[in-house]
């Protein structure tokens, strides 16, 4: 059974730090990998989605890689921003229109 | 157009009352979702439609009761819940690619339940 881990639980930053959001999946037998935000009590919004076959995918500030053999993916968010303040989620695409998602990562960016 | 619309936004009902949760997309999606979310939880896989077909069930009691009357609508109809099923329940929709591969993930904001 696919499990899906997520360090660090919650990470609390000064604004203007890089930093780095981890997922670790069990089963490299993956279809893609999306990265989500989600803010309190809303939906999920998609960051970015790595296919099975890339390595990585960026969107502004935000690049995320996928190494399917070791089971990881990163999320690196440059020059961080108090709006930039959410809960982030990775989830892993399986066959047959299934995905496991990671508990989360509770960011705080401090002004 | 990338959103997914879902209706009502906050639904508080008895565990007697009947109720309906309403979820739309327009992109064109073949694969529709319902998600079940506690607080600080991730969302848990409830239900899958492909190509408005029952697909995935993860063993969900009887009270939810999914429907997809078309390719751009998906239901969860509400029957005797109990406190616990008191959750944000959210809709999701994404391409579906050859051999099933699954594209991008869209949800809606979500449907806040309280049950009393």
Known sequence: KQEVTQIPAALSVPEGENLVLNCSFTDSAIYNLQWFRQDPGKGLTSLLLIQSSQREQTSGRLNASLDKSSGRSTLYIAASQPGDSATYLCAVGLKGQNFVFGPGTRLSVLP | ?116
């Open chain 2, 1 to 116: 157009d990338t959103e997914v619309t879902q209706t009502p936004k906050h639904l508080v009902m008895g565990m007697t009352n009947k109720k309906s949760l309403k979820c739309e997309q327009h992109m064109g999606h073949r694969a529709m979702y319902w998600y079940k979310q506690k607080a600080k939880k991730p969302p848990e896989l409830m239900f899958v439609y492909s190509y408005e077909k029952l697909s995935i069930n993860e063993s969900v009691p009887s009270r939810f009761s999914p429907e997809c009357p078309n390719s751009s609508l998906l239901n969860l109809h509400l029957h005797a819940l109990q406190p616990e099923d008191s959750a944000l329940y959210l809709c999701a929709s994404s391409h579906v690619g050859g051999r099933g591969v699954t594209g991008e993930l869209f949800f809606g904001e979500g449907s806040r339940l309280t049950v009393l």
